[in-house]
C-alpha cells in the first residue's frame, strides 16, 4: 500500500479522468502524494491501518484556478475514491488528501501563511517554522508537476534552513542537551531526584537526536518516525559517529540506559566533577564528542572539548 498504491491509483484513474474533463487544465494541476500520514514517509504497515488508512492522492492547483474548477474538480475526484475498492475513508484523512491549493497545503502544515505560489520564506518565517512540519511538508512524491509551482516551494524547504536559522537551532539544541545532560541529571542524581533525572534523560535524548538531523542537514519526522529515521541516514552516512559504531547504536544505548543510583551515593554535586562511574555520563560524553566531531566537519568549530555549552556563544557570534 501507501506510495506505489497512490501512484498506480493516479495512472490508473486519476490521470485519465483529469485528461478527459479537464483536459484544459492538465498541464496546471500538479499531483503526487505527500504531507500528514505515514504512507508519505514510506513507514505504514499493518498496524497503521487502525485509523485515516486508504488510496488516495493529492491534487495541488493554484488559488485562481480553485475559484475555476475546484468543486467540479473535487467532486470528480471523490467519485473516484467512492468507487476504489476496499477504501473506507475517514473524514480526516479525506482532508489530507484530494483537491487543495498550493498556498493552503503548505501554510496547514506549516503552521503559518506562506507565500507559497511565489516561493518566498523570511528568515523570520523560517525561525518559526517546527522541524517535525517541514519533514511533512516535503515528504512523498510528486507525480506530475508541469507547472512547476509546488515543487519551486518544495525545493526552497528541500534546500534547508538559511544559514543564520540553521545556526541558531544548533545552537539552541546544543544548549538543550548540555543542561539536561551534562549539567542537569547529574545535580538531579546528586540530590536522588530520579523523577526529574528521568526528565533530563528524555530531554537529552531528543535534543541529541535534533542535533544529528541539523548536522546532516535534513528535517526530522514527526516524534515517533524520528529514530526510525535517524537510523536510515546514519546507514548510509559517513559521519564520525561510525567510529563509535554509528550514532544510532549510542541513541539506542542512551534510551535504554536507566541510570546507576548507587553511583551517586555518597556523592556532592560539583560542576567541575564528572561521574563516569555511572553509565548514562558516559554514554552522554560520548555522544557530545560526536556532535563535536560533526561540527569540526562542518566548520562551526576548531575545539574539541565535549561540553557543548561552551560552542553555544561560539556559533551564534558568527551569524
Not at 22 to 27: G, K, L, Q, R
Not at 35 to 64: A, N
Not at 187 to 199: K, T, Y
Request: aromatic share 12%; glycine share 8%.
Amino acid at each position: 500500500m501507501g506510495i506505489g498504491s497512490s501512484r498506480r491509483f493516479y495512472e490508473n484513474e486519476v490521470a485519465p479522468m483529469i485528461r478527459e474533463k479537464f483536459a484544459a487544465f492538465e498541464s496546471r494541476i500538479a499531483v503526487g502524494i505527500a504531507g500528514e500520514g505515514s504512507d508519505c514517509f514510506g513507514y505504514d504497515d499493518f498496524i497503521s491501518r487502525d485509523h485515516d488508512f486508504g488510496t488516495g492522492v493529492c491534487l495541488w492547483i493554484t488559488d485562481e484556478d480553485m475559484d475555476r474548477i475546484g468543486q467540479k474538480l473535487s467532486r470528480e475526484y471523490e467519485y473516484l475514491v467512492d468507487q476504489h475498492p476496499g477504501n473506507k475513508l475517514t473524514e480526516r484523512l479525506r482532508a489530507r488528501r484530494g483537491v487543495m491549493t498550493i498556498r493552503s497545503y503548505y501554510s496547514k502544515i506549516l503552521g503559518t501563511e506562506l507565500d507559497a505560489e511565489n516561493a518566498v520564506i523570511t528568515d523570520e518565517d523560517w525561525r518559526k517554522l517546527d522541524h517535525a512540519c517541514l519533514a511533512t511538508a516535503v515528504n512523498g512524491t510528486v507525480f506530475r508537476d508541469d507547472l512547476g509551482m509546488f515543487s519551486a516551494f518544495r525545493k526552497l524547504l528541500l534546500d534547508y534552513y538559511p544559514d543564520n536559522v540553521w545556526r541558531i537551532r544548533i545552537a539552541n539544541e546544543l544548549h538543550k542537551y548540555s543542561a539536561a545532560l551534562q549539567v542537569n541529571y547529574a545535580r538531579c542524581m546528586a540530590r536522588g531526584d530520579i523523577v526529574a533525572a528521568r526528565l533530563c534523560h528524555g530531554q537529552g535524548l531528543e535534543a541529541a537526536m535534533q542535533l544529528f538531523f541539523l548536522m546532516v542537514r535534513e528535517y526530522p519526522p514527526y516524534y515517533k518516525w524520528t529514530y526510525r529515521r535517524l537510523a536510515e541516514i546514519d546507514a548510509r552516512t559517513n559521519s564520525p559517529a561510525k567510529r563509535y559504531g554509528g550514532f544510532t547504536a549510542l541513541i539506542k544505548q542512551l534510551a535504554e540506559e536507566p541510570g546507576d543510583k548507587s553511583a551517586w551515593k555518597g556523592i556532592k554535586y560539583s560542576p567541575n566533577y564528572i561521574n563516569l562511574s555511572d553509565p548514562m555520563i558516559v554514554i552522554t560524553e560520548r555522544i557530545a564528542g560526536c556532535i563535536v566531531e560533526m561540527m569540526n566537519e562542518h566548520g562551526l568549530t576548531d575545539r574539541t572539548n565535549p561540553y557543548l555549552e561552551t560552542y553555544v556563544d561560539e556559533i551564534l557570534d558568527k551569524i
